[in-house]
C-alpha cells in the first residue's frame, strides 16, 4: 500500500486516479477551493480526515473511511462508488451519497439533505441520520438501530428491512415495495401511502392519517397512538394491540383492535369491504 499522511490539500483532483492507498491524517480544505481531490481512484482507506472541499469521491471503487469528518461545504461527497465502508464519520454536506453500489454506513452521523438517493445493496448499522429526503429511489436496504429524523423518507424505496430503529419522519415509505419493519417507533403524518406489500411488526406508529391507499399492508402485534382516519382504501391485515383512534372506508381484508374511537364507512368513492372487529 501506498501512503499519503498529515499533509493539506486544497488544489482541484489533488489525489486524482491514486490507488491501493492510505490517506490519513489529512486536511481538503483552503482558498485554493479545489473539488474532486479523491476522484477515479481504487482501493483507497480514508482515516481521520478532515474534508471541507465539494465532491470528493467520486467514481471510487473500493472506498474505506473511518473517523472522517465532511463537512456542509462538503457537497454531494460520494457519488457513483462501488465497494463503500463509512465507519464513525461525520457526513454533512448535502447529497451526502447518491448512484453508489454496496454501501455500508456503521455509527455514522449524519445531517444531509437528499441523503442517499438511487442506491443500491445499502447496510446501516447504528448511528443517526438528519435527512429532508433520504433513501429516495434506493433499493435493496438493510437498516438497523438507527436514529432518524426527517420529512419525506424512504420514498420509491423496494426491499427494506427496519429494526430496532426510531424514524421521525412524515410521507415515509411513500410509494415503497416489500418493506418490513420491526421493533420500532414511526412517529410522523401520513405514513407509509399508496405502499405495496408494507409488513409493521411489533411496532409503535403515532401520528394523523396512518397507511392509506396501501396495498398487501400487514400489521402484526403493533400499538397506534394518536392515529386518526386510518386504513383508508387501503388492502390491511392488521392485529393491534390497544386502540384505534379512527378508521375510516378500508378497503378489503380484516382490521382487529382492542377498541376504535371511531369507525367512519360513508362518503366513500370506491367500495370498502374490509372486516373490521374489536377483540373480546
Known amino acids: ?42 482501493n483507497i482507506t480514508v482515516k481521520n480526515c478532515f474534508m471541507d472541499l465539494r465532491y470528493p469521491m467520486w467514481h471510487v471503487d473500493n472506498l474505506t473511511v473511518q473517523n472522517c469528518e465532511m463537512t456542509k461545504n462538503c457537497r454531494a461527497a460520494l457519488w457513483y462508488d462501488n465497494g463503500v465502508r463509512v465507519e464513525n464519520s ?12 454496496d454501501v455500508t454506513l456503521k455509527n455514522v452521523t449524519a445531517e444531509s439533505p437528499e441523503f442517499c438517493w438511487r442506491c443500491d445493496k445499502i ?59 420491526t421493533d420500532s417507533e414511526l412517529y410522523g403524518e401520513y405514513l407509509g401511502w399508496y405502499s405495496e406489500g408494507l409488513t409493521l411488526i411489533r411496532c409503535h406508529i403515532r401520528g394523523t392519517q396512518p397507511l392509506c391507499y396501501c396495498k398487501n399492508l400487514k400489521l402484526v402485534d403493533c400499538t397506534m397512538e394518536n392515529c386518526d382516519l386510518s386504513f383508508e382504501y387501503s388492502e390491511v391485515d392488521a392485529d393491534i394491540k390497544g386502540e384505534v383512534l379512527s378508521v375510516k372506508n378500508p378497503a378489503s381484508g380484516k382490521i382487529v383492535a382492542d377498541g376504535y374511537g371511531e369507525i367512519i364507512l360513508s362518503d366513500s368513492k370506491y367500495k370498502c369491504i374490509a372486516e373490521i372487529i374489536k377483540r373480546r
Open 90 to 101: 461525520l457526513m454533512n454536506g448535502i447529497k451526502a451519497l447518491r448512484e453508489c453500489v
Open 123 to 181: 447496510k446501516v448499522d447504528g448511528g443517526s441520520i438528519i435527512s429532508e429526503y433520504a433513501f429516495f429511489e434506493s433499493r435493496n436496504i438493510e437498516i438497523s438501530d438507527l436514529e432518524f429524523s426527517g420529512k419525506y423518507s424512504f420514498q420509491y424505496v423496494e426491499n427494506l428491512t427496519v429494526k430496532n430503529s426510531k424514524l421521525k419522519t412524515k410521507d415515509a415509505f411513500w410509494h415503497a415495495k416489500n418493506v418490513t419493519v
Open 1 to 42: 500500500m501506498n501512503y499519503v499522511k498529515d499533509k493539506t490539500f486544497s488544489e482541484e483532483r489533488a489525489l486524482y486516479n491514486v490507488r491501493d492507498t492510505v490517506v490519513e491524517n489529512c486536511r481538503f480544505a483552503g482558498e485554493e477551493d479545489g473539488e474532486s481531490f479523491l476522484k477515479e481512484c481504487e
